[in-house]
């Protein structure tokens, strides 16, 4: 799977090789221009987050046999440049969006104070960027929806930790379960509820509507 956040770590290491004749001699010749240490940390971001959402999707593959529906990779309606890595709609009907995140193992994930921390680094912007994902993604699904009578689909947002340690084997944070990947699966299963086909079936398919495919270049 070419995911976005593989897409733009190529694009960036592609970035960083000479150009030009002359460049390309020397690239050639073994001679290679030495990449920034910004640039550098930047791909590393991104290949993480590839390798994250390549193993996230290993785990979720057997949801596809329970009557689950997943969509991957796509835009949030209403902003440029945000994607949500997995969007999933339960047998039930019930919607859920999973952010994959793969971060050292030298730092244990916990919250404090109303702040997300890895160790003892605060990661500020990653439950707002979550929450604006969610609530975009329901003003949207709950549009594309016929009015059954059921009330508003809500959206529950998970972010599945791979490598670093999560405090209390899980927690929840301004309304986001954030959990170790290996419990990602058990996490969803226990909310699923009970299973309406063809509900479940609606609701993907106006999930399909609303959420294209995201591209890095911003293109759709």
Do not use: C
């Amino acid at each position: 799977m070419t995911n976005s956040a593989q897409a733009r770590a190529d694009a960036l290491r592609a970035a960083q090789q000479p150009t030009g004749w002359w460049g390309r001699l020397k690239a050639l010749l073994g001679f290679t221009a030495p990449v920034s240490a910004e640039a550098a940390a930047e791909i590393r971001n991104w290949d993480a987050g590839a390798e994250g959402e390549r193993r996230t999707t290993e785990l979720l593959r057997p949801l596809g046999q329970e009557g689950w529906y997943g969509l991957y990779d796509r835009a949030v309606p209403g902003a440029d440049v945000a994607n949500v890595d997995f969007f999933l709609v339960a047998p039930s009907g019930r919607v859920f969006t999973v952010d994959a995140k793969l971060w050292s193992r030298d730092g244990l994930v916990r919250a404090a104070n109303g702040r997300l921390l890895h160790g003892d680094r605060p990661y500020d912007r990653v439950l707002p960027s979550v929450l604006f994902e969610t609530r975009q993604i329901e003003a949207e699904l709950q549009k594309a929806l016929p009015r059954t009578g059921r009330g508003r689909t809500g959206v529950t947002p998970v972010i599945a930790m791979h490598n670093a340690p999560v405090d209390g084997g899980g927690f929840t944070l301004e309304g986001v379960r954030i959990v170790p990947a290996d419990r990602l699966l058990g996490l969803l299963r226990s909310q699923a509820g009970p299973a309406d086909p063809q509900w479940a079936a609606t609701v993907a398919a106006a999930a399909e509507r609303v959420l294209p495919r995201y591209v890095e270049d911003g293109t759709r």
